[in-house]
């Protein structure tokens, strides 16, 4: 080997083992369940005004929208329940209701579903719960030509496993 030429392997070692370390980085942050993005979050920046525009159908239409979880079973799941009712708090029957669902500390992770009429205004779904916490629950409604959609947040918890000792 040439005198010397241990400063240039040196640097192209050093300048690839960056470039390594920046792909693991990368790819551990790509991977990271914690991790979310907005999908089409430029289209819904630009169309703000749309947004502000079902606030208003929102209000107009006079109606209210309860969420609630029921606590996590052991097979990790929870029922989601939807209240719908109208201005004159009567129960809006035969609604089509889809709800998207998140945990906050695992945004990446949705929950997708259409929720079914167990009672008249009362929709519900199981959906696979495994962690306690806040959730994010998007609910869209229709009835007819009327168009509701939000966002609220919720809890999920966990009930503690029995202790009662067998005699």
């Not at 990368?26 to 991790?35: E, K, L, V, W, Y």
Request: hydrophobic letters at 45%; charged letters at 20%; a positive charge.
């Amino acid at each position: 080997m040439k005198p010397g030429i241990g400063w240039p392997i040196g640097i192209a070692c050093i300048l690839g083992a960056t470039i390594v370390g920046n792909l693991m980085v990368m790819r551990i942050a790509g991977n990271d369940p914690a991790f979310a993005v907005e999908p089409d979050y430029y289209r819904k920046a630009v169309e703000y005004d749309s947004t502000m525009a079902q606030a208003r159908r929102n209000l107009a239409l006079g109606w209210q929208v309860s969420r609630s979880l029921s606590p996590i079973t052991a097979t990790d799941s929870a029922e989601l329940q939807v209240v719908l009712t109208n201005a004159n708090a009567e129960p809006l029957r035969g609604a089509r209701v889809a709800i998207m669902a998140r945990f906050n500390a695992r945004a990446n992770d949705t929950l997708t579903a259409m929720l079914q009429e167990q009672a008249p205004g009362r929709y519900h779904t199981t959906l696979p719960v495994r962690h306690a916490g806040e959730w994010e629950v998007r609910v869209d409604a229709r009835m007819g030509d009327a168009h509701w959609r939000d966002a609220q947040r919720v809890q999920a918890v966990r009930l503690p496993l029995s202790t009662d000792a067998a005699p």
